[in-house]
C-alpha cells in the first residue's frame, strides 16, 4: 500500500488529474488542448530477457552485460525531464515490446507473467518503482498487459483470464490511482488465443472492470494496429479509445481515424488517444502529431528507431537510452512542450 498523490480521472471526453483537467484552459493554435494526454511509448522500462540464449544481446556497451534494474533506474532518472516539456503519460507493458521495433521472430522471454498467469516479482518490484516516481511527478502510466510477441508464453486461454485478474488485482493492491490500463497492445495483430483478439477481447476487459478495492477499479481499455477502427464491442465497453497511427503516412489519415471512431456505434463522449505512432516530421506544420490533436485526440511518441550508435537508438531499443538524446527524441519533446505551453 501507498500513499497516492496522483489520480486520473475521466470526464466526458477529458483526462484529469487530480479533479481538474490536463493542461487547463489551454489551447494551441485555435485547438483546444485541455483534457488530453500528451504521452510517449517506453514499453521497456521493465524490460528482462529470460532466455539464456538471447540475453546477452542486450548488453551495456560499458559493462558488456544486460542489467534489468540499471534500466530502470535510468527510466525514472528520465521522468523528471518528459514532465518537464508537457509529456503527461507514458506507456508501459508488462511483456514490453519488440527491441527492434519490429519483429518477426522474437526468441526472447520478456514477460510479466508465468506460463499460468502468475506474476514475477522482479517484474513487479520495477514496475513498482516506475508507478511511485510517476505518482510523485504527475504523471499517467498506461500499463498494457499483454503483447503478441510474448502471447507464446501462456498455456491456455484460461491462463489468460487470470493473469489479467493477478495484474489488476496487484495494481489495485499498490493503492495508485495514476494508472489507466491496456489489456493488450494491438489486439487486431498476430495474436492466436481468440481472447486476445478483436471479436474476444472485451471480455478481458470485462474481466479487468470487474476487479474492485474499496470501490474503485482501473479505467480500461485496449489499443488497434495503425489504421485500425475500434470495433463496438470494445468501443462499448472501454473507457477510453486507444487507437495506432503506424503505417499512416498522411496526417489526413490521422484525422480520418478520429473522425471515424467517433462513429463507430456505442461510440459517446470518451477521450480518444493515439499511444504509438512512428511518425516523425516534428519541423513541419502538418504531421500526425498535429493532426492528432487538432481533431482533439492525445498523441503518442513510439521511437524505434536503432542506428547503432546508442544515444539515436529509439525508445525501444534495448538497451535503451531513457534521456533526449537524439534529434528525433528531441523534436517531439519540443513539439510537446510546444503544444502543451510549458
Wanted: aromatic residues 12%; negative net charge.
Amino acid at each position: 500500500m501507498t500513499t497516492k498523490s496522483t489520480e486520473v480521472t475521466i470526464d466526458g471526453a477529458k483526462f484529469q488529474i487530480n479533479g481538474a483537467p490536463t493542461y487547463r484552459g489551454r489551447s494551441w493554435k485555435g485547438h483546444p488542448v485541455e483534457g488530453l494526454l500528451l504521452n510517449t511509448r517506453m514499453v521497456q522500462g521493465i524490460f528482462d530477457d529470460l532466455n539464456p540464449e538471447t540475453r546477452d544481446d542486450w548488453a551495456y556497451a560499458d559493462t558488456g552485460s544486460w542489467d534489468a534494474d540499471r534500466n530502470t533506474e535510468e527510466f525514472i532518472a528520465a521522468m523528471p525531464s518528459w514532465k518537464a516539456h508537457g509529456v503527461l503519460a507514458f506507456t508501459i507493458n508488462l511483456q514490453g515490446g519488440s527491441p527492434y521495433g519490429y519483429s518477426k521472430q522474437q526468441p526472447w522471454i520478456n514477460s510479466a507473467f508465468t506460463p499460468e498467469g502468475a506474476l514475477r516479482d522482479e517484474y513487479l518490484d520495477r514496475l513498482s518503482r516506475i508507478l511511485r516516481a510517476a505518482d510523485e511527478l504527475g504523471m499517467v502510466v498506461i500499463v498494457g498487459l499483454f503483447y503478441f510477441g510474448q502471447e507464446k508464453i501462456f498455456a491456455s486461454e484460461d491462463a489468460v483470464r487470470t493473469a489479467v485478474h493477478n495484474a489488476v488485482t496487484w495494481l489495485l493492491e499498490t493503492g495508485h490511482s495514476n494508472i489507466l490500463l491496456e489489456i493488450n497492445n494491438e489486439c487486431d495483430i498476430l495474436y492466436q488465443l481468440p481472447v486476445l483478439m478483436p471479436d474476444g477481447v472485451h471480455e478481458l476487459i470485462d474481466i479487468a472492470k470487474s476487479v474492485e478495492k474499496d470501490g474503485r477499479r482501473l479505467l480500461t481499455g485496449t489499443s488497434y494496429g495503425g489504421g485500425f477502427i475500434p470495433k463496438t464491442n470494445v468501443v462499448e465497453r472501454s473507457d477510453f479509445i486507444l487507437i495506432h497511427g503506424n503505417g499512416q503516412d498522411d496526417p489526413d489519415l490521422i484525422r480520418d481515424m478520429v473522425r471515424k471512431t467517433r462513429e463507430v456505434p456505442g461510440y459517446r463522449p470518451m477521450p480518444i488517444l493515439f499511444n504509438e505512432d512512428d511518425h516523425f516530421d516534428f519541423d513541419k506544420d502538418d504531421n500526425n502529431f498535429v493532426a492528432a490533436v487538432e481533431s482533439y485526440a492525445g498523441w503518442g511518441f513510439f521511437d524505434y528507431r536503432m542506428d547503432g550508435d546508442g544515444p539515436d537508438d529509439g525508445y525501444q531499443s534495448v538497451p535503451v537510452n531513457w534521456g533526449i538524446s537524439s534529434p528525433r527524441k528531441r523534436g517531439f519533446f519540443e513539439k510537446a512542450k510546444e503544444i502543451a505551453g510549458t
